[in-house]
Every structure is written in structure tokens, then in C-alpha cells.
């Protein structure tokens, strides 16, 4: 089946698959958990098979890392598709209603966004995130992975089309691309498929940006950041310096960049300096941290690069205002963190940071779906559409207006001869 084809059943399939119910859905869900782990011998035998390839052809670690998909992520995978399951069904909550006058009534009801188109990393577990996601949403999914995970997304791919077809879902509901051509020609299909999320490198989203006339929903970087305040508790700052970066370094919320307030520098600086050092950490710093721990000298472009990677750049700042101002030039939009004990600074962070995600106290990587108990995401969105930070099942849908009347004309209230009345009635 060519891409053309493809869109065309998925469209077709968009509309079966938005007006199940959430019974239907969830059994289908359970299923589909059910049947990774009964054949799991042949999900990790393609893993394999990606591993081996990819070590033999020496792509870059953090691509390594991410292309893993052992007994633990199945695992993790298959938990949270029972937790999706239990979740509320998205589709079909009545959002607000307002009596426009009386037997005139209006109601902003959920509903499914229809076909998206998935194009993501490494990852194989976010097949299953992704394609999950659609099923409880009632969309219908294109999905394109990245040629080093070919093997394990195939065979994920096709239990998961097997088993929801066989169990009530629509046929061409999701279907696996297999080639960057294939993904290339998705983006002229604007009749059929109503949103792109793209996952894959900066050079490769800005690409889809510009050459599509389908909205598109994702972010190109994850430089994020964490800002330790003057204030900073010097073992709750290790701590948190220390899961931004270190707890899963290949990820787009991961900390790259840590700035420290002057004031704080001498004192949380060599405790996280040894922290990261057990991690085999590369520290690059401007001149002022060069001064009080050992690292490499910090380029301009270092504050612009997420590297994904064993590497941190650290900046000392004078203030609050130049911190944000700093994250607010440098930045994607991603995810920021101020470690403070001033409440007021803190609030003065989380209002004036433009990112998506902002936090207090906590480490970076909690910006994720299913730790926001979304039942995991499809991606995390920077732009400014109807779905920013991570994007779960409500990023998945839309509403649309249901008017329901008994003969009402326009006319009338042209006329004078009826007036509305416009109550809120939720």
C-alpha cells in the first residue's frame, strides 16, 4: 500500500474509529497489552536484530539507548496501556452548554482531531505509546519510525494491527510507513490527514514545518534548563541537578543547560560537580565556573545545543531577571526549573518563562504525559496551538459545536421579533 492509499483508509477508518464507545475501546486496549507480552520472544528478537545493526554501523550512543527495547520497557509499555484503559474516554465530553434562547441550545462537545501522522525517533516503546494513544482518542494514525528501530517497530506494528482489528477496530486504522520517502509524501496530503507531530531531528521538523500545508504539533529542541537560585538548598539542588541530567541523558527533557545565581555558585557548584562526576559527566562552564570547579570553556553555541548526551553547560548569572532572560533567548520552549526557597521568585520564574513546561523544585523530567497522568504522550508540543508541553488524549482531540433547535431562523432575531438570551447553563 502506497502513502496515497494509505491516508485514504485511514481517513475512512478515522470515522469508525471515532464513534466507538469507551467499552469498545478499552477491551481493545487490554487486548492489545495482552498480546505484546504473549509474543514478546518476537518483539526482543527484532530488537536484536536493530541492535546488532546499529552497533555494527556505529550510529550515536544516545540513538543507542534509545533504540533498546528489552524485557523492562515491554514491561512499562504493556502498564501503560492498562493505565490508558482506565482512563476517562476523552471522546464525547460535553465541554459547555448555553441556552442561546429557549428550545435553542449549544453544545462544545469533544471529538477526535481524525487522521495524524507520527514521525518519531529511535524509541520503539513509542510506537506503542503513540498507536495506543490514537485508540483511545478515536484517531487514526499514520506512523513513520526511524530506520535504525525498522525490525522491532515492524513486528510491534503489526501485532498491534492484528490484534485491534480482530477485536472491533476499523481495518487501515494504523498503518507503518517504512521508508523517509513515504514520510516525505504525507506532508502534500492535506486532504486526508488533519495533523502532523514530528519526533525526529531539529533539521528534520523544521523540514515539515516548511513544506506542508498540515498543521503541525511538536518542537524541534529540548534545551532545557534548571536555575538555581541564591536561595537554592544545596542538597536538594544536587539532587535535582543530578535526575535533569543524569537519570536518562538521551531524552528532549533532560537538563543541558544549569544556571547559578553568583551568590550560590561557590557553595552548590563542587557538590554538583561531584555529583555528576560518578556519570563521567563533560562540564563545560563560562569563566566564572571555570573558576570555582573544573571544566571546559562554554561556547556561545553551547548555550544553544541539546546535546542529548553526557554533557552539561553551566552558566552563573547575576539574577533572577538575567536567568530568564537567558532561558527565554536560549531556550525551546521546553521545559524549565527554578530550585528556590523564595516563593515570590519562584512565582515571578513560572509566570515570566514562555516555556511550556515550568516548575519548582523538581527535576526536568517530569515533563512527561504519563507522569502528568495523561496515559502517556505523543509527543511534547512547544508551539502554541490547543496542546502545549506533553500531549496526551486531550491533545488528541478538538470539539465542535452541537446547535440543537425546534425550528429557529436567523430572521427572528434579525427582526426583533425574538430576542437571545445566551444562558450558561455549564
Excluded at 496515497?4 to 469508525?16: D, M, N, R, V
Excluded at 522491532?152 to 521508508?179: F, H, S, Y
Excluded at 421579533?417 to 445566551?422: G, L, V, Y
Aim: proline share 3%; glycine share 6%; with cysteine.
Amino acid at each position: 500500500m502506497n502513502t496515497l492509499h494509505a491516508a485514504q483508509a485511514a481517513k475512512k477508518a478515522s470515522i469508525a474509529a471515532g464513534v466507538l464507545n469507551a467499552a469498545q475501546k478499552n477491551k481493545i486496549l487490554l487486548a492489545c497489552a495482552d498480546a505484546l507480552l504473549r509474543r514478546s520472544p518476537e518483539i526482543l528478537a527484532a530488537n536484536k536484530i536493530d541492535m546488532e545493526l546499529a552497533e555494527k554501523t556505529k550510529i550515536a550512543a544516545p540513538l543507542i539507548k534509545r533504540l533498546l527495547f528489552n524485557n523492562e520497557k515491554l514491561t512499562e509499555s504493556v502498564q501503560g496501556i492498562r493505565a490508558l484503559a482506565v482512563l476517562p474516554d476523552p471522546v464525547g465530553k460535553v465541554l459547555s452548554v448555553t441556552e442561546l434562547d429557549l428550545g435553542l441550545t449549544l453544545e462544545k462537545v469533544s471529538c477526535p482531531i481524525g487522521v495524524i501522522g507520527v514521525i518519531f525517533e529511535s524509541r520503539p516503546d513509542a510506537l506503542i505509546q503513540i498507536a495506543s494513544l490514537c485508540l483511545k482518542s478515536g484517531n487514526a494514525v499514520l506512523l513513520k519510525g526511524g530506520a535504525e528501530a525498522r525490525e522491532t517497530n515492524k513486528c510491534l506494528a503489526g501485532i498491534i494491527q492484528d490484534i485491534t482489528v480482530r477485536e472491533g477496530m476499523p481495518m487501515g486504522w494504523c498503518t507503518l510507513l517504512e521508508n523517509r520517502e513515504e514520510a516525505v509524501q504525507m506532508l502534500s496530503l492535506h486532504e486526508y490527514i488533519d495533523m502532523i507531530i514530528p519526533r525526529g531531528s531539529n533539521e528534520f521538523v523544521r523540514y515539515i514545518m516548511n513544506n506542508t500545508k498540515i498543521p503541525v504539533l511538536g518542537h524541534a529542541d529540548g534545551i532545557c534548563h534548571v536555575y538555581f537560585d541564591d536561595s537554592a538548598e544545596t542538597e536538594m539542588s544536587v539532587s535535582i541537578a543530578r535526575d535533569s541530567k543524569c537519570q536518562y541523558t538521551a531524552v528532549c527533557n533532560a537538563a543541558e543547560t544549569f544556571l547559578v545565581h553568583e551568590k550560590a555558585a561557590k557553595r552548590v557548584l563542587p557538590p554538583i560537580a561531584r555529583a555528576l562526576s560518578c556519570t563521567e559527566m563533560v562540564i563545560r562552564g563560562c569563566s566564572r565556573v571555570r573558576g570555582i570547579i573544573n571544566a571546559e570553556e562554554a561556547s556561545e553555541q553551547d548555550w544553544r545545543t541539546e546535546y542529548l548526551d553526557s554533557i552539561i553547560s553551566i552558566k552563573i548569572v547575576h539574577s533572577l531577571e538575567e536567568a530568564v532572560s537567558h532561558i527565554n533567548t536560549y531556550g525551546s520552549g521546553h521545559t524549565d526549573s527554578i530550585v528556590s526557597a523564595d516563593a515570590d521568585n519562584a512565582r515571578q520564574f513560572m509566570r515570566e518563562v514562555r516555556s511550556a513546561n515550568v516548575f519548582w523544585n523538581c527535576s526536568t523530567r517530569f515533563s512527561d504525559g504519563y507522569r502528568y497522568g495523561l496515559g502517556a504522550e505523543v509527543g511534547v508540543s512547544t508551539s502554541k496551538l490547543h496542546a502545549r508541553g506533553p500531549v496526551g488524549l486531550e491533545g488528541l482531540t478538538i470539539y465542535k459545536w452541537l446547535l440543537s433547535g425546534s425550528g429557529h431562523i436567523v430572521a427572528d432575531y434579525v427582526s426583533g421579533a425574538k430576542k437571545f438570551i445566551h444562558k450558561k447553563i455549564l
